[in-house]
C-alpha cells in the first residue's frame, strides 16, 4: 500500500486484515470499522476511519503490550497515515 491516498472505505477492513494476516499469521483476527460511532468527530473529517483490532498470534509471546502495539502499527505501514485515524488494538498471545 502507497501513501497515495486512502483506500475506498469498503475495502479498509480487508486491507488490515491482509497486512495482519501477513505480520502475524494469527490463530484469531477481527477487524471491526468502527468509523459509523465517530460521524461528526474532528478526527474523522479528513475521511480516515476509526477500527478496533483483536488480533492472537504466537508472534506476541513475551512482548510488552507496547511493543506489541507498535508490532501491529509498524504491519500497517501506510494505512496509519492514509487511512486509519484511530485503532483501538487487543493484541495477546
Avoid at 477481527?30 to 478496533?52: C, P, Y
Avoid at 486509519?84 to 487487543?90: E, K, R
Wanted: a negative charge.
Amino acid at each position: 500500500m502507497s501513501a497515495a491516498g486512502p483506500l475506498p472505505r469498503e475495502a479498509r477492513v480487508e486491507a488490515i486484515r491482509d497486512l495482519l494476516q501477513v505480520a502475524f499469521a494469527p490463530s484469531a483476527l477481527e477487524v471491526i470499522d468502527d468509523s459509523h460511532r465517530h460521524v461528526g468527530h474532528e478526527g474523522a473529517k479528513d475521511g480516515r476511519g476509526h477500527f478496533t483490532v483483536r488480533v492472537v498470534s504466537p508472534v506476541f509471546a513475551g512482548m510488552a503490550p507496547l511493543a506489541r502495539h507498535r508490532a501491529v502499527y509498524a504491519a500497517l505501514g501506510d494505512l496509519m497515515q492514509t487511512d486509519i485515524h484511530a485503532l483501538s488494538i487487543q493484541a495477546s498471545d
